[in-house]
């Protein structure tokens, strides 16, 4: 098999490569044809088998509930679904494989027709991944022969499903933590696998974070990478002696000092001596300080030390500052400390004291603003309880809760049949949530006086747009007494097309990761703010047209059967 990479470094197969070769393959190569339920080429073969096919279907992927407890989701995972579909063609070793799983009744004809399948022949309209989305609303609408798109169901749903889970809940932690604070991904040790870590920094990042410790996926997407260190790395010093090299050049080259350890122990000495510090430290500790200086001398303008191996306020602290200072002596100016224990909204403002004080006794303009990182198991709660009681962080590094999606497993998206040969199909179910919307649709986004969005309405395909300034009733789905007649000051169509295999259709971009980490922030922006706090939020409302309203429920009665009571 002849494998070389792509302009991401992404290793493709390039007998997949049917369309025109312009979109890369998937990003991970594990996402093939045959990343599928077995069930997708059963009835692959039973439509096959009737003749049925290549008949033309039209299939929604929408979810059904907010994640979170909140009232909003960002869609995300567009592209890597338009890549999967662009570069769709099974292998001759995966027919061989699927001729060996299926039952040996299966037609060799069957596995013919599965050789020569691609998706050439499939539409996929889709809202722009980064968007905001809500519940029932078709985030893609996927139309082909019918076999074709049903192998298409377990793919695209597994391509969106966590991929917008984690970028709302990343937009979740940007939310609480303020639009000032710098948010940095650190999960990749507790992600789901090396799918689920490369997944979680490109998604966090579009949701809002603005640089992760991950450096597959900052070479991969381009992401800002950070990190400071770990803990391991300041208790492997014993103690100053062992530090060897211990000269600096200053920051414009113009001096050398011989001996940086000397003059940081001078600082920390005066630092005790310092009246208005006295009684926070004494001695500190001394493999901690070798910790510090060995950093420094590494990267003296990038110096970023983690203070809470053996005590922040009496140790780690000092110990920073004096190392710190004696950089500012040479022109650098030291970026800051990270707390990953203890009370982060009590240390961190001690520390700010603590840096304050030096700004003032030494006449050290911007040391009070030294930066401030806070890690440690932080998440959306965690983050409000900060902002409660007050805090001092300028950074979270957030690994474990956003990466893993702790607070909810799995976004519900599905993928259900709307339309078949240009008929209509719904799929009934005791639970009203569980209905499905029929029909081919089109979904609109109306926005009010004030700018917000007012609400999203789905029609049928052929009816007329809603337009700017026209009064038009926007019906709940499946409840009678749920309606409202809106004027909108604008309308926005939600779906674009973003595969066709019509020469004529014009088919959209698919924007770069930092366009819709763009759009993802502009429609954040742009909500009504009762949709977004946390307690209680408002539901952002989902209608249908009176047609389609009309119509649902009409096909509604003609597929439930009529008990009979005796
Ligand atoms: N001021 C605060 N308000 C609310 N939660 C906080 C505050 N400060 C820290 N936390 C959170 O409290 C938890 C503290 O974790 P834990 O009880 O494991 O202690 P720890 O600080 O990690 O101590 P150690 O490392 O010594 O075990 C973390 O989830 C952290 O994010
Ligand atoms: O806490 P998270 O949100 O997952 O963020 C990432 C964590 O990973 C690192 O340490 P690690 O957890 O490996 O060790 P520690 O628990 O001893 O800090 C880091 O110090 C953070 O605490
Ligand atoms: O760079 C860091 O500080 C970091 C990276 C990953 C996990 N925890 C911390
Ligand atoms: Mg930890």
Known sequence: MDVKPDVNGV?????????????AGPTNP?????????????????????????????????????????????????????????????????ITFLRE??????????????????????????????????PKVPLMRVEGPVAVVQLLETPFVNLINYASLVTTNAARHRFVAGKSKLLLEFGLRRAQGPDGGISASRYCYMGGFDATSNCAAGKIFGIPIRGTHSHAFVSSFMGPDEIIEKS????????????????????????????????IFGETNQSELAAFISYALAFPDNFLALVDTYDVMRSGIPNFCAVALALNDLGYKARGIRLDSGDLAYLSCETRKFFQTIENEFGVPGFGKTGITASNDLNEETLDALNKQGHEVDAFGIGTYLVTC????????????????????????????????????????????????????????????????????????????????VVPQRVEELMKCYWTGNPDKERAELPTLKENRERCAQHLDQMRPDHMRKLNPTPYKVSVTAKLYDFIHFLWLNEAPVGELQ
């Open 11 to 23: 290793v493709n197969d390039e007998n997949r490569n049917h369309q025109p070769a312009t979109i």
């Open 30 to 94: 594990m996402v093939t044809p045959l990343l599928t339920d077995l069930y997708q080429f059963t009835m692959a073969y039973a439509y096959w088998k009737a003749g049925k096919n290549n008949e033309r279907a039209v299939f929604d992927l929408y979810f059904r509930k907010n994640p979170f407890g909140g009232e909003y989701t960002v869609f995300a995972g567009l592209e890597e679904c338009i890549r999967f579909i662009a570069n769709f063609k099974f292998l001759k070793e995966e």
């Open 101 to 134: 799983t299926l039952p040996p009744t299966c037609e060799d004809g069957f596995f013919d027709y599965l050789q020569g399948i691609d998706c050439s022949d499939v539409e996929v309209y889709a809202i722009p991944e980064g968007s905001v989305v809500f």
């Open 248 to 279: 600096l050049i200053s920051h414009d080259g113009s001096q050398t000092c011989e001996d940086f350890t000397s003059v940081v122990q001078t600082w920390l000495s005066k630092l005790k001596r310092l009246g208005i510090l006295k009684g």
């Open 406 to 485: 702790y607070a909810q497993a799995a976004l519900g998206c599905v993928f259900k049949l709307v339309e078949i040969n240009n008929q209509p199909r719904i799929k009934l179910s005791e639970d009203v949530v569980k209905v499905s919307i029929p029909c081919k649709k089109r979904s609109f986004r109306l926005y009010g006086k004030e700018g917000y969005p007012l609400l999203d309405i789905m029609s049928g395909e052929d009816e007329p747009p809603p337009k700017a300034g026209e009064r038009i009733l926007c019906r709940h789905p499946f409840q009678e007494s749920k309606r409202a007649f």
